[in-house]
Every structure is written in C-alpha cells, then in structure tokens.
C-alpha cells in the first residue's frame, strides 16, 4: 500500500508563496502520474497540476497557470507544488494523488494539508 504525506500548508497572506511537498513510500510503478487537487468549504475537489513519469509533461488548471508550478524529486519519491501569487479564492485543502497508469487504474490520496490565503 502506498502512502502519501503532504506538507508545506500553511497562513500566507495575499501574493504571498508557499511550497507544498509530497512524499510518497517506495514504489516501483513504472508509469504514473502524481497530482495536485484542491478542496474549498462546501466545493468539490478540484483539479489543480499534474506531472507525468517518466515524461515529466505537466498540466496545469486554468486557474493556477502561470502562478503554481509542480515539480518531481525522482530519486525521492516526492512532488512539490509551489504556489507563486497566492489569492484569498486559493484557500483550501490541498491534497496529492499518485495515479499508476495502466489497467487496472490505480489511485492513491494523501491526508491533505490546509492553505489559508489572507486578503
């Protein structure tokens, strides 16, 4: 069972950084994907990067382009997303999912980490 650990969350006030890291256990999947998902107070999990292995193509919602840029840490296991930028509507939980490309699908979450933006 993989196991993801996020951290990094935190208060920052508006336009303000902050870098969240997620570490995975070891795992030997040979193509996967590791993203990034943000959840509101009373909003769905949205959809914010993602970074594909071993390609390393990233993608991006359009509400983060140009401020967040998500990155890997191979050796480590590890994803970070740092966040340029920040506006108050980017408060929420972030979460990390490892998503293990093939069939059958598998996905794996993390626990979350809270980032609160001040205006």
């Known amino acids: 069972q993989v196991q993801l650990v996020e951290s990094g969350g935190g208060l920052v006030q508006s336009g303000g950084s902050l870098r969240l890291s997620c570490a995975a256990s070891?795992?030997?999947?040979?193509?996967?994907?590791m993203l990034w998902y943000r959840q509101a107070p009373g909003k769905e999990r949205d959809f914010v990067a993602r970074?594909?292995?071993?390609?390393?193509?990233?993608t991006y919602a359009d509400a983060v382009k140009g401020r967040f840029t998500i990155s890997r840490d191979n050796a480590k296991n590890t994803v970070s997303l740092q966040m340029n930028s920040l506006k108050s509507e980017d408060t929420a939980v972030y979460y990390c999912?490892?998503?293990?490309?093939?069939?059958?699908?598998?996905?794996?979450w993390g626990q979350g980490t809270q980032v609160t933006v001040s205006s």
């Open positions: 999912k490892l998503q293990i490309l093939g069939w059958p699908p598998e996905n794996y």
């Open positions: 070891a795992f030997t999947f040979s193509r996967y994907a």
């Open positions: 970074i594909t292995y071993p390609s390393g193509v990233t």
